[in-house]
């Protein structure tokens, strides 16, 4: 698949539209008692689908800009989503890109790691993350979220990689390695 400057401006114009409607539209996290995180759906998206560097990037930007959004530690979000970048990217020739159960199990697990590894290293950091039984709650609510949302990220940029960028034509009748019998005439 080849990708040009239009596919990486899409996936980070989403990642900020995405981190945008996390932080301003409020009616799921009253709906749910917890805001869904659509980030680790992009960064597993990136993982599979671009290099090492832009999956990398994806991570750290989002990583950042969610925490500067959030009440979290600047780059408490950055650890868990670069660790998951680099792991599924490492391990993307394993993966079966194109089915979306093995799309959704992948986005499962990274939407369960993020927010348990970035508690993890709030505890190690010696901060007072507020754990309590709600948060069995929240943590299922994300990784359900989570999960959904990454077949949804593969079939949009899918679409939109088949809507905005030129498809190879298909080979006419004529083969260049076919043999042309001529006769006498």
Known sequence: MKWNW????????????VLFAEANFTFVRRLLAV????????????????????????????GLLFDSLSS????????????????VHWRRHLILRDQWVAQMVIGLAASALAPLITVLLLVLLNERPMVSMASLWQLLTLTLCGGLATPLCFRF????????????????????????????I
């Open 72 to 87: 979290n530690p600047l780059g408490s979000s950055l650890f868990a989503l670069t660790l998951i970048a680099a792991v």
């Open 35 to 62: 805001q869904p995180d659509l980030l680790p759906a992009l960064v597993v998206y990136a993982s599979l689908s671009y290099s090492f560097g832009t999956a990398v990037l994806l991570a750290v930007v989002g």
């Open 6 to 17: 239009l596919n990486y401006w899409l996936l980070f114009a989403t990642m900020f539209l």
């Open 157 to 184: 940029f899918d679409w939109a990689h088949q809507t905005l960028n030129y498809q190879p034509l298909s080979e006419g009748g004529f083969r260049p390695d076919r043999e042309i019998v001529r006769g006498r």
